[in-house]
């Protein structure tokens, strides 16, 4: 497996990159996408992987001052294993070869021998102009036959100005086994960039997109917005102060020393497994039943917190599931047990919310880390599965 360098990635690719697989990255005109290509090339080379990179657009200077400037280490840039062809080295090959087809030859021959005399394990290629100069077909047989025994990883990275069908044909055409967009969006405001998980041929993964921002050269993919509601006394404040593992505490909001300060909105941030997510609760009270639509506005999940053991809460609860399953955003119940035990039964919950099969419930005790957080993972997994 190759690490892509981005940890919630990997996550989702169940574990990374397969050896000698062909990976595309993407990129819409205008979306600052080049951090994908850079952190898997940094990630394949510290983990000592033998790499060309082919940049027919720039030189090999310039590329290290790139990456430098996205925050690879100069000792990763000079590593022995990181082979390069350049600008210079194109410029040759234009003036030594009279016709296209003598050029491509050129071309072919010279990665076939460096893929040969190193023993690269992964050819990474800015693709742009051999794709202008050649056309997908030759270009890509170019780089074919440079991959020996197919145990060569091929990934590019390219500025699609021809949208989907381009696409479409690395994957069909070309039998590409990962292929992952980076694009932006206007809607809702701010513009934001996402990627997408569009195709991968090794395990049935969904297509997914998620939203991501890059922090200090590193790609962070985000969940801007989930919204905790629930009952009142169900366990909404301390789930939410409980996402956050000692060291990061979670900001909340009212008495710090009362976490369960009734009455309040709750706020927390987390950063697990590489995710940024931001949580807001509302307190349960019917007062503030007018300020539940304007909190769900752009909320890309929601948690229902209910008391496992207070059946009385149920109608409560199912007006509450309602108004969210109305605004289409996807959420999670949390069954809230406290000390372990409850007197309703899933069969119940389920039947009084009348909650589809599809929408997860979970026994949790909002007071264990690990239950919060694998209420947060289920969401975030069932968000970024239907968002695309
Ligand atoms: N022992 C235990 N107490 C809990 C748990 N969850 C909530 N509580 C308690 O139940 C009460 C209501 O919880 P709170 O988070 O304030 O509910 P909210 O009104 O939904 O925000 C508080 O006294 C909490 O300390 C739990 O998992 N274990
Ligand atoms: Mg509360």
């Known amino acids: 497996m190759i690490s892509t360098g981005i940890n919630a990635l990997d996550e989702m690719l169940g574990g990374g990159i397969p050896g000698g697989d062909k990976v595309l990255y993407s990129m819409e005109p205008g979306v600052n996408g080049q951090f994908f290509m850079i ?19 720039t030189t090999v200077d310039a590329f290290r001052h790139d990456a430098i400037s996205m925050h690879v280490d100069k000792k990763t840039l000079c590593s022995d294993k990181l082979v390069l062809i350049d600008v210079i080295d194109r410029e040759r090959i234009q003036k030594g070869a009279s016709s296209k087809e003598a050029k491509a030859r050129d071309w072919k021959a010279r990665t076939q021998k460096i893929c040969r005399d190193r023993r690269i394990d992964v050819i990474f290629v800015y693709f742009d102009l051999l794709y202008e100069e050649f056309g997908l077909e030759t270009a890509l047989c170019i780089l074919e036959s440079a991959r020996e ?11 699609n100005l021809e949208g989907e069908p381009l696409v479409d044909r ?5 039998a590409f086994d990962l292929v992952l967009t980076i ?5 809702p405001l701010p513009p934001f960039s996402y990627f997408t ?30 919204v905790v509601i629930g009952p009142e006394k169900s366990g909404k404040s301390t789930f939410i102060s409980h996402t956050s593992v000692t060291g990061h505490p979670p900001a909340i909001a009212g008495d710090p020393d009362d976490k369960t300060a009734p009455g309040s909105m709750d706020f927390g941030r987390l950063r697990w497994k590489d995710f940024d997510i931001t949580l807001y609760g509302i307190p349960g009270q019917t007062e503030f039943d007018p300020h539940i639509l304007p909190t769900l506005r752009h909320a890309m ?21 309602g108004l969210v399953a109305k605004q289409r955003i996807p959420f999670v119940i949390a069954a809230n047990t406290k000390r372990r035990q409850h007197v309703m039964t899933e069969k119940e919950i389920r039947s009084a919310l009348a909650l589809p099969r599809e929408i997860p419930l979970y026994f949790i005790s909002a007071t264990e880390i690990e239950d919060v957080h694998r209420v947060l993972e289920s969401l975030v997994d069932y968000i970024t599965r239907i968002s695309s």
């Open 301 to 321: 999940g929601v948690v229902i917190v209910i008391d496992a053991n207070n059946p009385g809460v149920l109608p409560r609860a199912n007006y509450l599931a």
């Open 149 to 159: 025994n197919r145990r060569t990883t091929l990934i590019l990275e390219h500025l």
């Open 197 to 226: 998980l569009l195709h991968t041929s090794w395990a049935p993964i969904p297509v997914r997109s998620i939203p991501f921002s890059v922090q200090e050269g590193r790609v962070i993919p985000y969940i801007p917005k989930i």
């Open 39 to 57: 952190s898997t090339l940094s990630a394949a080379l510290k983990k000592g992987l033998t790499c060309l990179v082919i940049l027919p657009n």
């Open 170 to 174: 690395f994957i069909r055409e070309h």
């Open 183 to 187: 694009r932006a969006s206007s809607h």
